[in-house]
């Protein structure tokens, strides 16, 4: 009923930038929050950043002032634009969507497949 579409992953150099994408399409009637998560090897899934409907943001301390989340509610599509890279930043990258599908009274959280960022040093 719900897909969400991530793009933007890939291989950069330290200090460099990458931008991810995600879409969300189907049943949709209205989102909430969008947000992005990492998973590194070994490691737990980690909220990287997250926006509300309202435009409030919310970042994890290891990316603030780096990385900037944004959201386009008529495409439903959110934003990661990240910038100063680190070799700690690898990791596989999550989208998460909050949402209520058309015809349902609840909130439903979704996931991406997620896209894999490396970041060499």
């Known amino acids: 009923q719900v897909q969400l579409t991530e793009s933007g992953g890939g291989l950069v150099q330290a200090g460099g930038s990458l931008r991810l994408s995600c879409t969300a399409s189907?049943?949709?009637?209205?989102?909430?929050?969008m947000g992005w998560y990492r998973q590194a090897p070994g490691k737990q899934r980690e909220l990287v950043a997250d926006?509300?409907?309202?435009?409030?943001?919310n970042y994890a301390d290891s990316v603030k002032g780096r990385f900037t989340i944004s959201r386009d509610n008529a495409k439903n599509t959110v934003y990661l634009q990240m910038s100063s890279l680190k070799p700690e930043d690898t990791a596989v990258y999550y989208c998460?969507?909050?949402?209520?599908?058309?015809?349902?009274?609840?909130?439903?959280?979704?996931w991406g497949r997620g896209t894999q960022v490396t970041v060499s040093s």
């Open positions: 998460a969507v909050d949402l209520r599908l058309i015809g349902s009274y609840s909130y439903s959280e979704h």
């Open positions: 189907g049943s949709i009637f209205i989102i909430n929050a």
């Open positions: 926006i509300r409907s309202g435009g409030s943001t």
